[in-house]
Antibody, heavy 115, light 108 residues
Framework: EVQLVESGGGLVKPGGSLRLSCTVS????????MSWVRQAPGKGLEWVSS????????YYADSVKGRFTISRDNAKNSLYLQMNSLTVEDTAVYYC????????WGQGTLVTVSS | ETVLTQSPGSLSLSPGERATLSCRAS???????LGWYQQTPGQAPRLLIF???KRATGIPARFSGSGSGTDFTLTIDGLEPEDFAVYYC?????????FGQGTKVEIK
């Protein structure tokens, strides 16, 4: 059974940092591109970042470029999102998702940026 | 950036009726790489349709996707109680990826 489990969310002050993790099981992580998608409270979905299977290429939404870094450790079955210089606009549930068309999603982890 | 505009914003229908949801792109989506997702409150989105018309694994046949270029449609034939949810389209053919703003299907 394919499973994706996010962790690392929490409350952080503006300007702070947080590192999210997505641990997967039921498939070989190294075979798939992966992404992060977020959803602000009561709002729609926003693509954040993607990474190719070998991590050769990474992609970012303009809203997070230069502040967020996506990475992966295929041997640990894990995907990461390092988030720096957080602002209140980054408050959202963050989901990890598999493949270009997001065929499987995690349950999400809530990041709250507030003073 | 490719803007996806979903219409209508909300839809009130009764169980058993057909729902027709539209997703219009501001420019042609490469390879018709468009997906549809269903989200119920407190849950993660679930993939229904990918590549505009391919049903995802385990998705009932009452869900179908059609369209190409800039105009895409999700049809739900015979709404079941569990189908009342928010539906999003997402294009992954052009950079950057984008989502539509969602269509809420409500019980009438």
């Amino acid at each position: 059974e394919v499973q994706l489990v996010e962790s690392g969310g929490g409350l952080v002050k503006p300007g702070g940092s947080l590192r999210l993790s997505c641990t997967v099981s039921g498939f070989t992580l190294s075979s798939y591109p992966m992404s992060w998608v977020r959803q602000a409270p009561g709002k729609g979905l926003e693509w954040v970042s993607s990474i190719t299977p070998s991590a050769a290429y990474t992609y970012y939404a303009d809203s997070v470029k230069g502040r967020f870094t996506i990475s992966r450790d295929n041997a640990k079955n894990s995907l990461y999102l390092q988030m720096n210089s957080l602002t209140v606009e980054d408050t959202a549930v963050y989901y990890c998702a598999r493949r270009s068309h997001f065929d499987f999603w995690g349950q999400g982890t809530l990041v709250t940026v507030s003073s | 950036e490719t803007v996806l505009t979903q219409s209508p914003g909300s839809l009130s229908l009764s169980p058993g009726e057909r729902a027709t949801l539209s997703c219009r792109a501001s420019q042609t989506i490469s390879s018709n790489y468009l997906g549809w997702y269903q989200q119920t409150p407190g849950q993660a989105p679930r993939l229904l349709i990918f590549d505009a018309s391919k049903r995802a694994t385990g998705i009932p046949a009452r869900f179908s996707g059609s369209g190409s270029g800039t105009d895409f449609t999700l049809t739900i034939d015979g709404l079941e109680p569990e189908d009342f949810a928010v539906y999003y389209c997402h294009q992954y053919g052009n950079s950057p990826r984008t989502f539509g703003q969602g269509t809420k299907v409500e019980i009438k």
